[in-house]
Structures are given as structure tokens and as C-alpha cells.
């Protein structure tokens, strides 16, 4: 499986992009909010990619960490129209959010449909777990 990135130029000029964007005309957005502490505590520096599998491949199409908030807001992500008469069933794009917390080892693998013109929002808990008494460490 090869893996490009929508940063790169040559990509966004290629035949591969061209035809997933024919497939995904509008946009959909998404909202990242990572968390521990029971949700009291927001966990800035988790590293989020977004990518997507098309055709074999896998398209990268956001790389970033979130702020002293524990916010990624706003990601624009390619999504299908929404076709009027068959709401019970819309269209959607599948992508893959990796998370990473590099302090800690963090690998966390969520998939997330995108909808035209919906925002949607990955909660992402950053939880302390004990080793033995009295020692955390983060998950």
C-alpha cells in the first residue's frame, strides 16, 4: 500500500486525488478533544493523523497536535454530498484517526465517518492507570 499526503503538490495534481475528491466534492469537519481526569483535565500535545484508504492507498490528510485546550478544531475533510432523498442512509468517507501521546507510548487507532457539512467530534480520553500503589502512568 503506497502513502501520499495531500501536502505534497504532485499528489494533489495526480489522477488518485482527482478521483477520490470526485467522490468526496464537499467537506465535512472534525473536532478532536482529548481529555483525562475524567474529562477535568485537558491533554495538550497528542499527536493526531487523519488518513484515509482509497484505491490501496492510504491518504494522509492531517497532521497535528492538539493546544493547551486538548483542541484540534475545525479539520476540513473531503466528504460525499448528501444525496436528499435517502436521509435514513447518507453517504459517508470512513477515516482513520492515529493518536499518539509520545510521553507515553500512546497508539490509539479510531475510525470516524465524515457527512457533508457535519461536524463531528472525537473524544479522546487520555486516562492515568496504576501500576502499583500509588504510581500512575497515562494510557
Not at 501536502?7 to 466534492?25: A, G, H, M, R
Not at 469537519?29 to 484505491?55: C, D, H, M
Not at 501521546?101 to 497508539?107: A, K
Request: hydrophobic share 35%; with cysteine.
Amino acid at each position: 500500500m503506497n502513502t501520499y499526503n495531500v501536502n505534497d503538490n504532485d499528489f494533489l495534481n495526480s489522477s488518485l486525488y482527482k478521483e477520490f475528491i470526485n467522490k468526496n466534492p464537499s467537506n465535512g469537519y472534525l473536532r478532536i478533544r482529548a481529555y483525562s481526569a475524567n474529562e477535568a483535565l485537558p491533554v495538550q500535545g497528542l499527536k493526531v493523523i487523519i488518513s484515509t484508504e482509497f484505491n490501496g492507498n492510504n491518504i494522509i490528510f492531517f497532521e497535528g497536535e492538539t493546544n493547551n485546550s486538548g483542541l484540534i478544531d475545525r479539520i476540513s475533510l473531503p466528504a460525499p454530498k448528501s444525496i436528499t432523498n435517502n436521509l435514513d442512509v447518507p453517504d459517508k468517507t470512513t477515516y482513520e484517526i492515529l493518536a499518539t501521546y509520545p510521553e507515553e507510548n500512546l497508539n490509539t487507532v479510531y475510525s470516524v465517518n465524515m457527512y457533508e457539512g457535519i461536524c463531528v467530534v472525537q473524544n479522546i480520553n487520555v486516562a492515568p492507570k496504576t501500576l502499583e500503589a500509588g504510581v500512575f502512568r497515562w494510557q
